[in-house]
């Protein structure tokens, strides 16, 4: 298992946070969600690494945004 570091652009309160790590656990690989509520930061436990863009798609569900790291 491996972590997968994120963060979660529009984190404002803990319903934010239960709602976006439901979203986030539903995708196959995730074991675990871990969401700091004050800065968005979100590590995974997974199984594999994980396509961006699906868990991307997966907090869009509910209006969330993924802040993606731009590569050099």
């Known amino acids: 298992m491996t972590e997968q570091h994120l963060t979660i652009t529009n984190i404002t309160c803990e319903a934010c946070v239960k709602v976006c790590t439901m979203l986030l ?3 196959s690989g995730v074991a ?6 004050a800065t968005g930061e979100t590590i995974l436990q997974v199984q594999h690494p994980l396509n961006l863009d699906l868990l991307k798609a997966s907090l869009a569900e509910k ?9 050099l």
Do not use: F
């Open 25 to 27: 656990s539903r995708v």
């Open 32 to 37: 675990s969600v871990k969401i700091d509520q």
């Open 63 to 71: 209006g969330y945004d993924l802040a993606i790291p731009q590569t």
